[in-house]
């Protein structure tokens, strides 16, 4: 059983960074497609990422070219970059794991002022 926990969420200026941490618990997480999500206010959830335990990536095209996703399997933990924001990424970020029944975190806000 996955257990996730997120980190590094904050306030930041339109233009600046980010780097979102997910913690996972368990032994299959190096096993494990991982996700990252967001979901802004009033608005339905979305796929931000994909990690594949292999290490291939995939993004949202609203994010291509400014988030990275990375993991550290040796650290069972999972990565994400987040560069040039725009006040329409601002949300709450959860971390996901591809299972079933799918894991999530409790989320960590990102809040991006213009």
């Known amino acids: 059983q996955v257990q996730l926990a997120e980190s590094g969420g904050g306030l930041v200026q339109a233009g600046g960074s980010l780097r979102l941490s997910c913690a996972a618990s368990?032994?299959?997480?190096?096993?494990?497609?991982m996700d990252w999500y967001r979901q802004a206010p009033g608005k339905q959830r979305e796929l931000v990422a994909t990690?594949?335990?292999?290490?291939?990536?995939n993004y949202a095209d609203s994010v291509k070219g400014r988030f990275t996703i990375s993991r550290d399997n040796a650290r069972n933990t999972m990565y994400l970059q987040m560069n040039s924001l725009k006040p329409e990424d601002t949300a709450v970020y959860y971390c996901?794991?591809?299972?079933?029944?799918?894991?999530w975190g409790p989320g960590t806000r990102v809040t991006v002022s213009s």
């Open positions: 996901s794991s591809d299972t079933f029944p799918r894991r």
């Open positions: 990690i594949t335990s292999g290490g291939s990536t």
């Open positions: 368990g032994s299959i997480f190096r096993i494990t497609t």
